[in-house]
């Protein structure tokens, strides 16, 4: 097993490896055991480190019919070996597994967002089966059984309400903050939650075949498809081996020395040109991790820095994500702002719906008591408050119980909605007294942050499951001029798709379940890590810890600075190996010096990298 794990690269077992060939290169370089022991200690570094290195080269060569750089790895520690330099091949080896060691601490790590989107699929469901109500597996339900819902249960399969009308919470798929009332003939979806009352339905559906279900697949296929950074040394390794033996073979030719040309195949040895990119990587990440971003993989940093487009979800990522109430329009005189909003937050006291916790929790003074309190699902509530039934809610819900709403009142009300906003009416008795308004703010860094990435040169995109009305007015304070609205979590991936077949690279920023298909089928991903879901933090290439919106224009210059890095570590590690190379041919350098200063580009490579480090968000 261990033997395997050694073979296999794993990370523990390899920091072991390098650790244990650090201090026998020291004792070899210091002279420790020689006379004493019939090897030198270096040997220890060659089979720790080496071995592993020249296993996998054959295999990729075999198996594969594959080139990589630890094929010219695996010449140098040969051809090194065989002339009897076993600190140059021990130094070697060493250094490319540390390289190895910083590609994997940035490497993409497994994702778990698919699997936690599969853990949302309802088990069971509670069906009328021959007159009476029995409970089966979810994946037992077939198209036309008749499906009940409980108060605060999942929807086990897509379907149409038959009896009862209710409340959804349906965040999963349109990320719409505010449930959706719902009545007989209207479509519900699995994954969805039923907020009150009792409902049954008619399924249209196998949950095989599932709005949520869709959502697992295209999610995996969307994460198949994603293509993997390969590193650059296994880019260009087949050319690299080329010219390294046919130089090292020139070399031998000419002047008639092996040594020589086993000094090119050492200095040719990638070196640096792995740690180019790794260290790079792990400095621009760590850099803006001090700014509260988590970046998954030097991958996603990459793919970062190509972003031409931001696409933005809306609820929970450009606003808050919590109705707030914005406006107290009293109707009659004898009510006052203070009062109206003081009489709404008394009678919602008790309510379990957003909107009533928003409407309760913008008063701070005194509740006065109620009674026969009662719930009316997607209508509103009512209560007796001095001798009088009070009722907030919906216009229908206020008429049914003999209320006359103004003309006047009932044009405020379509504005209120052509703003997105929501609205709430009050009656005592059967007079009508006034409204309250509430709606979703935007986060406060949202407009300078548009106008960073629009001077950045990126442009911004709102795509959003909620309605027309809501997403044209954030878009409007957000200074955002593409809008696309009423998008299911599909709609929204077909979306990006569309942006960059037409040649762009979309980054998806998002917060919750709806937002992860996007998010994973985007060329990038960000997520909202305060509020947002695990499962789009887990389907998601960074994430924004504290939702600092702000960080954004940040993330995407740094991400562009530190590939710039790259390619500025890999002219400077070239540019040393051309200069060995050439003093290898011409004999100024051996085996071991010529090791020696191939490493003096990586060193040059880790200092180059850590000036990232020192960079900072003016903003």
Known sequence: MVVRKWLDGDARVT???????????????????????????????????GVPIIVNAAIALVTERDITADLLVSLALVASVVIREDFAAGEVAMIM?????????????ARQGITKLVKLTPQTARLHRSGEEVVVPAEEVVVGDEVIVLA??????????????????????????????????DEVSSGTINQFGTFTMRSTKLSTDSMLQRMVRL????????????????????????????????????????????????????????LATPTAIMAGIGNVTKYGILVRSGDALERLSGVSTVAFDKTGTLTYGKPVVTEVLPWADRYTRDELLALAASVEKRSEHPLGKAVAASWQGPLKPVQEFAIVAGCGV?????????????????????????????????????????????????????????????????PQTIERLKRMGVTPLLLTGDNVQAAGEIARRASITEVRANLLPEGKMQCIKEREQGGSHVCMIGDGVNDALALEGAYAGIAMGGVGSD???????????????????????????????????????????????????MGVLNPVTGALMHNCGSVCVVLNAALLLRYRDEE
């Open 15 to 49: 920091i072991w490896c390098v650790v244990v060939s650090a201090v026998s290169l020291g004792l070899s370089l210091g002279g420790v055991g020689k006379g004493m022991m019939p090897f030198d200690v270096a040997w220890v570094a060659i089979i720790l480190c």
């Open 97 to 109: 597994q540390i390289g190895a060691l910083l590609e994997d601490y940035t490497s993409e790590k």
């Open 152 to 185: 605060g249960e999942m929807v086990p399969v897509d379907g149409v309400i038959i009896e009862g009308r209710t409340s959804i919470n349906q965040s999963v798929m349109t990320g719409e903050s505010i449930p959706v009332d719902k009545q007989v003939g």
């Open 219 to 274: 999610a995996r296929e969307a994460d198949a498809n994603k293509a993997r950074i390969v590193s650059l040394a296994d880019r260009w390794a087949s050319w690299m081996v080329i010219a390294a033996v046919i130089i090292a073979a020139i070399t031998w030719a000419v002047t008639g020395q092996f040594l020589r040309a086993v000094t090119v195949l050492v200095v040719f040895c990638p070196c640096a040109f792995v």
């Open 382 to 446: 009512r209560a007796v408050l001095d001798g009088q039934m009070v009722r907030a809610g919906k216009a229908e819900f206020l008429i049914q119980g003999g209320v006359t709403i103004p003309p006047e009142a009932m044009v405020a009300v379509q504005t209120a909605y052509g703003k997105g906003a929501t609205v709430i009416l009050l009656s005592v008795g059967v007079e009508y007294v006034g409204m309250i308004t509430l709606s979703d703010t935007i986060r406060r860094d949202v």
């Open 535 to 585: 499962i789009a933090v887990e389907s998601a290439d960074a994430v924004l810890v504290e939702d600092d919106m702000k960080r954004v224009p940040y993330l995407l210059a740094m991400s562009r600075r530190t590939m710039k890095k790259v390619r500025a570590n890999i002219i400077i590690s070239l540019s040393i190996n051309l200069v060995a190379v050439t003093l290898s041919i």
